[in-house]
T-cell receptor
Framework: AQSVTQPDIHITVSEGASLELRCNYS??????LFWYVQSPGQGLQLLLK??????LVQGIKGFEAEFKRSQSSFNLRKPSVHWSDAAEYFC????????????FGTGTLLAVQP | NAGVTQTPKFQVLKTGQSMTLQCAQD?????MSWYRQDPGMGLRLIHY???????DQGEVPNGYNVSRSTTEDFPLRLLSAAPSQTSVYFC????????????FGAGSRLTVL
């Protein structure tokens, strides 16, 4: 069965520092992978996605993620965090086959210190 | 385009009451779904639909009913609300079966007393 693990529940970084949010997935075939961001009181916004091809994908707001099949990981990175990046981040996995289900991780809450 | 519109944004119910959360999209998306979001549990799929007249269960379907009479609308019904259904509910849709990029509504916060 598909599953997603985000091992960090809460992360605090200083503004201007680099960021890496971890995501590990479990899926037998080639997955579709996503990162979504949720600002307080808002819905989820897609940051980036991986379907195939180049394993380093660029997203909006300066974020990138790297798909590593050998590690079953899809970590999200940003070289310099801004205060407006404070939000909750969700990794999700979807099957590349016939299933319609997108499985989400439990989320990582990012706090940014001035 | 309005995207995915959910109503109401907030609702308080008493145990045993019924209500319907509305979801409408104007993007002609075939696929629509309902998730609930609870602290520490991420988003869990309740029900989904791949087109008008077709619905199926997700991870946590108990206590919820859905129907899909039109492409645009996908209401979620709670027939007899329970405190365990206190949550934030999100409706999401996507354009076609193979493309898994979901567009989310802004959410509906439900409290069951």
């Amino acid at each position: 069965a598909q599953s997603v693990t985000q091992p960090d529940i809460h992360i605090t970084v200083s503004e201007g520092a680099s960021l890496e949010l971890r995501c590990n997935y479990s899926y037998g075939a080639t997955p579709y992978l996503f990162w979504y961001v949720q600002s307080p009181g808002q819905g989820l916004q897609l940051l980036l996605k991986y379907f195939s091809g180049d394993t380093l994908v660029q997203g909006i707001k300066g974020f990138e993620a790297e798909f590593k099949r050998s590690q079953s990981s899809f970590n999200l990175r940003k070289p310099s965090v801004h205060w407006s990046d404070a939000a909750e981040y969700f990794c999700a996995v979807g099957a590349s086959g016939a299933t319609n289900k997108l499985i989400f991780g439990t989320g990582t809450l990012l706090a940014v210190q001035p | 385009n309005a995207g995915v519109t959910q109503t109401p944004k907030f609702q308080v119910l008493k145990t045993g009451q019924s209500m319907t959360l509305q979801c409408a999209q104007d993007m002609n998306h075939e696929y629509m779904s309902w998730y609930r979001q609870d602290p520490g549990m991420g988003l869990r799929l309740i029900h989904y639909s791949v087109g008008a007249g077709i619905t199926d269960q997700g991870e946590v379907p108990n206590g919820y009913n859905v129907s899909r009479s039109t492409t645009e609308d996908f209401p979620l019904r709670l027939l007899s609300a329970a405190p365990s259904q206190t949550s934030v509910y999100f409706c999401a849709s996507r354009r076609e079966l193979g493309a898994n990029v979901l567009t989310f509504g802004a959410g509906s916060r439900l409290t069951v007393l």
